[in-house]
Each structure stands twice: as C-alpha cells, then as structure tokens.
C-alpha cells in the first residue's frame, strides 16, 4: 500500500506552485514536474521533491494535474510513460486545470481498465486563492474518491463542492462561470474607461463604484485597484488564460445550441487586448480601450 500522505502536482506555475506550498504546510510529501528547471528549483527551495520526468510519481496517491490546455493534460495522462502507466491501481489523478469538459471525459476514457481514479476539479480563485489555499473547486467525481481524497483538496481549497459523479460536470460549471467572468470584467474596463474619458477622476469612479451593491465586492475592487495602479502585467491573471476559457466557454455553447452574445463580445475584446499585449493581465484591455481617446484611468 502506498503512502496517502504522498502527492504529486504536475505544473509548477503560478497555480500549481501554490498548491504545492499548501499541500507541504499541510503535512503532505510533495513531489512536484515541471519542464522548467527553475520551477523545480523553487519546490526543492520549499521543502518539496523535484521529478525529472513522470515516471518518477509512481508512488504517489494523488497526482493534481494543473497544466494550461486540454492537450497537456491528456499527454500527461495517457502518453507512453504517462500517469495511466506509471501510477499504481487506487491511486487518483485530479485534474485542476480549466479544458473542455469533452476533454475530461476523454481523459476519463483513457483512465478506463487502469483502476485509477479521476477527479474532475477545475478551480476559481487565481494565484492569490492558490497561494493562500483558498481556491474554489468545482470537483465531480465518485463520492468515495472525494471522501478519499478530501484532506488534499481540503489542502488548496477554501470551498469544495462536490458537483455531481459524472466526469466532465466540473469543467461545464467553470466554463459557465468564466462566461460570467469575462463578461463582468468588461463591464468594469468600460465603465472606468467611459468615466475617465468624460473627466471623472479614477479616485472618484472607485469611491463611488465601490459604495454601490454591484461594486462593494472584492471583484471589482482588486481589478480597479490594478488598472488604476496601472499594473497591467505579473499580477498574476494572465489575459492568456482568459483566452483560452472564454474559448472553452463558447465552444460548449456551440454543442449545446445557446447564443452567447454578452460572453461572445468579451471573447473577442480579450482576443484584441492580447494581441496588442501578449504580455499583459486582464486590466491590460483598459489600455486597449484608451487607444481610441488618448485619456488614461489613474487615480
């Protein structure tokens, strides 16, 4: 029997780097794989053990996989010397990386026969809630392997929600969620941007915002913060990310017949502000914006 106590995180960036630091504070062995080597340099830094390839998690009970794209996560689980050959029966894969719900399903299919369990649990909450082991999960999977695997969970998230048994309902929730996201991300951009240009101060826009119902939030708070501070890049919320979810968001919206015109133009105003700053976070549509009047939202 192998140790429970023994975790795997595949995917040292920002995300999977904070998890790892929670699951070691919580008493956890941790193994982590990256492809970058400083990445593994930094886990070794804090306590955890760095693996050259993934062969070298065989004896972890619980691998987190939190990798950017569907493709990753599937070559990590089925490629030659992948988790579905080297990892032991009872062992479980959790999947927090945001991809198509069909691309869950097809990790699930590829993980049938093997006697490895999967969780499907995307996570909201960015680098701040993986760092400070608050993220929200959104985890489907048998309720035996939740049970089984819940200090772990317990260790990278402040709410867990077990949101059904079928795999793929994980990723269909944070797809629905990062439509209403994307979409109020651009309600904020506009509405500073609109103030702005008609020569409200930034200082007055975020008092005013922030004493009303739909901007008393921490959402709109911290993004307001960050463009009125003009910090539009490495505050960890990378505009590539939003990218690619609100493409997932209306590729499920393709299978299931649903016009999405809100989440539809958010999609294409993030794909315009990553083309101008491929580098850039969210806020740095703000910027985007600004290019048509030449005014700036500062404080």
Excluded at 42 to 70: K, N, P, R
Excluded at 167 to 186: D, E
Aim: one cysteine or more; glycine letters at 12%.
């Amino acid at each position: 029997m192998t140790d429970n106590r023994q975790v795997a995180v595949v995917g040292l960036g920002n995300m999977g780097m904070g998890m790892a630091k929670n699951l070691l504070a919580a008493g956890f062995a941790v193994r982590g794989c990256d492809l970058r080597a400083e990445r593994l340099q930094m886990l070794h830094e804090m306590g955890g053990e760095a693996a050259q390839d993934l062969t070298q998690l065989a004896d972890s009970q619980i691998v987190f996989v939190m990798v950017m794209s569907g493709g990753q996560a599937l070559d990590v689980v089925s490629r030659a010397g992948g988790l579905r050959e080297c990892l032991a029966p009872g062992a479980t894969i959790i999947i927090t990386a945001t991809i198509e719900p069909s691309e869950m399903r097809e990790a699930a299919a590829a993980l049938a026969g093997s006697g490895i369990d999967l969780i499907d649990s995307p996570v909201s909450g960015g680098q701040f809630g993986a760092e400070s082991g608050t993220l929200t999960m959104m985890a489907a999977g048998k309720a035996e392997v939740m049970t089984r695997c819940r200090a772990a969970l317990e260790a990278v998230g402040g709410q867990i929600f077990h949101v059904g048994e079928d795999i793929g309902m994980g990723q269909v929730i944070k797809a629905s969620l990062q439509a209403y996201i994307g979409v109020s991300f651009v309600g904020i951009f506009e509405a500073l941007a609109l103030g702005a240009r008609a020569g409200i101060p930034g200082k007055t826009l975020f008092e005013v915002f922030s004493s009303t119902h739909v901007g008393n939030s921490p959402f709109f708070k911290n993004c307001a913060q960050l463009i009125l501070d003009r910090q539009f890049e490495d505050s960890g919320s990378h505009i590539g990310t939003m990218v690619k979810d609100l493409g997932i968001s209306m590729q499920l919206a393709r299978e299931n017949s649903l016009p999405l015109f809100a989440t539809s133009a958010a999609q294409q105003l993030f794909q315009a502000g990553i083309s101008l700053h491929p580098n850039g976070d969210n806020w740095s549509i703000v910027q985007f914006l600004e290019s048509f009047t030449g005014s700036e939202v500062s404080w």
